[in-house]
């Protein structure tokens, strides 16, 4: 099943959960940007959860379907439509052979998720379909799609096949059809321009002195331009080092933030590299990196300070809900 662009979009790209297992060898692990979004929205069409999804970024793409295909949008609200009718997010959508899906202007948050039953067919580079634009590896090409690219689907699941099929037999004439369930609204994450962002200790935490401990609990920061897939530069209070200090580089994680001689905060997120030499202040609980992730250019983030057991918790709370809704997904289609 062929899916030809029209119109790429601001920076859109081929990515799934990422390139693991060759940091060793300084090969960053890239993938989404919101964790989140691109699993539910792959569960959605029957996919397994870390297929390849397309990212988009601000201003998707418009696209041209060449045969019947299921699909899911998941994320921050594009404005997607076909034919002039707005696409639900969050649903199962089955679309028509011949459709073209536009996204216009960006209501909620940054990046959306456009998941496809089958998963994205583009070539595995070291076990992962990801681009990692910088290098110009995995993905379509290594690079954002373009106009004129064509991009492949694979098979689906036999869950997919009957999403699809309950589907067709609901649509009549129409060039779309949307799924009446979808991700329940107490499910959806609260994307916002003033996100509160729960975070731990870092390892130099104590490095920093008691006012800038204070400033970055007490304060907000704002995204500046300057920021990108690989980290957000912060722009608020200067944090301050008790005592300048040597560091050896170490490793960092997606939601790390370290802090460089300025004092301006950065947050390291999927295309960060393999290592630091910042001190670093915080790490972003696992469960807020979709709200960080979709947080954009201007838009002021606050940090709260939670234990790693709290964390943990949250965790292990949201794997739960995820865990009820395969099954929830499972029993609807059986």
């Given amino acids: 099943m062929t899916v030809r662009v029209i119109r790429p979009g601001l920076l859109t790209s081929v990515q799934d959960a990422g390139r693991y297992g060759f940091q060793k060898h300084g090969v960053i692990v890239s993938g989404v ?28 793409p418009t696209l041209e379907f060449q045969e019947d295909a299921l699909i899911s949008i998941c994320g921050g609200d594009l404005s997607p439509t076909v034919a002039g009718v707005s696409v639900p997010l969050w649903k199962p959508i089955l679309l028509r052979k011949g459709s073209v899906l536009d996204f216009g202007q960006c209501r909620t948050g940054t990046r959306a998720y456009l998941a496809i039953a089958g998963g994205w067919n583009v070539p595995l580079v070291m076990n992962s379909r990801s681009t990692y634009l910088r290098a110009g590896i995995g993905g379509h090409e ?3 799609l373009r106009t004129g690219d064509e991009l492949q689907a694979g098979e689906l699941t036999g869950l997919g ?6 589907l067709s037999i609901q649509s009549g004439g129409t060039s779309f059809v949307a799924s009446e369930w979808g991700i329940a609204k107490e499910m959806l994450p609260s994307y916002s321009s003033e996100p509160l962002i729960r975070v731990m200790r870092g390892n130099q935490y104590e490095w920093f002195t008691a006012d800038s401990h ?4 007490s304060e907000p920061y704002r995204v500046t331009p300057q920021s990108d897939r690989m980290g957000y530069r912060l722009d608020g209070p200067k944090l301050e080092l008790t005592e300048q200090s040597e560091l050896i580089s170490e490793a960092v994680a997606f939601g790390t933030v370290q802090v460089p001689a300025e ?14 030499g910042y001190p670093k202040i915080a790490q972003i609980a696992t469960v807020d990196l979709p709200l960080m992730a979709q947080s954009k250019p201007g838009d002021w983030i606050r940090f709260a300070e939670i234990s790693r057991e709290e964390a943990e918790w949250l965790w292990m709370l949201r794997e739960s809900e995820i865990r009820q809704l395969k099954m929830g997904i499972l029993l609807k289609n059986a």
């Fill in 214 to 217: 204070n400033a970055f609990f």
């Fill in 263 to 276: 004092g301006n905060p950065i947050v390291l997120l999927a295309d960060r590299q393999t290592t630091g």
């Fill in 33 to 60: 940007m919101d964790p989140l979004a691109h699993r539910l929205a792959n569960m959605l069409v029957g996919n397994e959860e870390l297929a390849a999804t397309l990212e988009m970024t601000l201003r998707g």
């Fill in 161 to 166: 096949g009957r999403i699809a099929m309950r």
């Fill in 142 to 144: 290594g690079r954002a």
